[in-house]
């Protein structure tokens, strides 16, 4: 840790580390109702337990993204953060606001706009909690006078996600107007500022783990953000193709959003360019595993399971289904989990006791348990998927009919996913079982990746 400041950095991840343990516990009695008997079916419906899957989802990659920010800025800045107890008081709003949506969620307090559920109220606090975390960053970089590229981006993607949480808070009584506008922050965010957040983190880790170029990786970062852009806007079209719109928005949706996978293809060659060309100045490889494997997996998720049904020729007939479901959760976790895992795993080392640079074995254990299990339960999502969308779609069976034919797949889900669970649960006993320890060192002084490239070890 170069700067006292970022010790704020740990109390984010830790929150995030508990909400997504608790995510899971939601995702696995939302898989166990597929297969059923359910005897909580009158306490906790599957609508409920989806709704707080989903929500503590989103939850917990934005505060391991605060977290994150507050660690990466100052850095960035070479300076203190411009106020660390606003930044506690930040996230002590954040968890109450948290807390207390998933406790109305039980009692079905809600709007039931999906993954905008958040009652009004809460709705508001995320808004001020946006504006204060903005506040503190931008307060942080004007006092340093220190604005790099990589920061640039990373404050655009956040200003951005601020921005866009606003059409949340309207309300519209026509279902094809709440849809309509219901994208405008849920697929901007995930296809367009979420992306920058990512593409930000990714060059900081890259520069700092590989050494490579800053200007090199920064020329890239301006290419990945106007890819970005000019498909990810005209792209929320695909969401807009059976909301009862006029029709010119099918060839929109379909030829922009067949562009999206392009930046993603560009941030995966970056990525790996990056680690081929300049090698490894950084003993951190745990944490590169996960930055590689974020680019990769989201090359895979988000870009090919993405492509896969997003042409209206092929969403007619997979729009709604588990083929959704396939590509939701390999997206999501390959772009946004992973790369939140990347940072904590290669900020922990100089927050924690006696913890090796390069990583434990149980953290290398759990990085392929959760590798592994997320790609069964991709598979398991995408089988089940084309099964129903076969005898449901084709053949006119009925859902409930189809449901109990496919249900082979939801053991494998719920095999799959209980390694993935395995995995996750070594990564948060390995955050926690080493205690925090924030002790300065090298305060400003240069990393040792920048000016100079002390190893190279190629990587081939
Ligand atoms: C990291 C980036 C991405 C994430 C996290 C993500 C996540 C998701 C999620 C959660 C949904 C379900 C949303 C809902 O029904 O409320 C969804 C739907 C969809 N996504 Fe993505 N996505 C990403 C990128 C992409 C890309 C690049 C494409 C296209 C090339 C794409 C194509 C689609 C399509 C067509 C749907 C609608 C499916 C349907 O009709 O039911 N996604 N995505
Ligand atoms: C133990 C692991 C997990 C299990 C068993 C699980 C299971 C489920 C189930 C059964 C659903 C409902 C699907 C439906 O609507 O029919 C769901 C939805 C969802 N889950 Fe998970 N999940 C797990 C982990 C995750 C992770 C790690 C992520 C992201 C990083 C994630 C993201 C999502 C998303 C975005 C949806 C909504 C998809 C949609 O509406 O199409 N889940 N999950
Ligand atoms: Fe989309």
Redesign the pocket.
Known sequence: MRYRSQAVAYWYFAVAMVLFGLQLVFGLLSAAKYLGPDPLLYILPFDVTKVIHTNLLIVWVLTGFMGATYWMVPDESRTELHSVRLAYIQLGLWVVMGVTAVIGYLFRYGTGN??LEQPLPHKIVIVIVMLMFLYNVVMTIRKSGRFTTTEGVLLLGIAGAAVLYLPALLHYSNYTVSIFYRWWT?HLW??GVW?MIQGGFLAYLLIRLSGADREVLEKWLYVIVGLVFIAGILGTA??YYWVGVPHYWLPIGGVF??L??VA?VGMGVYAYSAVRRSGLTHPNTLALHWTIGSAVF?LFG??LL??A??WPSV?KW???TLV?AM??HA??YG??AMIVLAMITFALPSMTRDRPEQGTAVGYWSFWMQLGGMFGMTLSFATAGIGQVYLERILGLGYLDTQLKIQVHFLMLVATSSVFTVGVALFIWDFFRTRPRFEVVGEGAPMPSEPTRPVRVAIT
Do not use: D
Request: proline share 3%; charged share 15%; glycine share 12%.
């Open positions: 999906k993954l849920i995930v296809e992306e695909h969401h959003s067949a999206e996978p993603l989201t988000a870009g993405g492509l049904h997003t969403n997979t729009h709604g959704t590509h939701g997206a999501f772009a946004y």
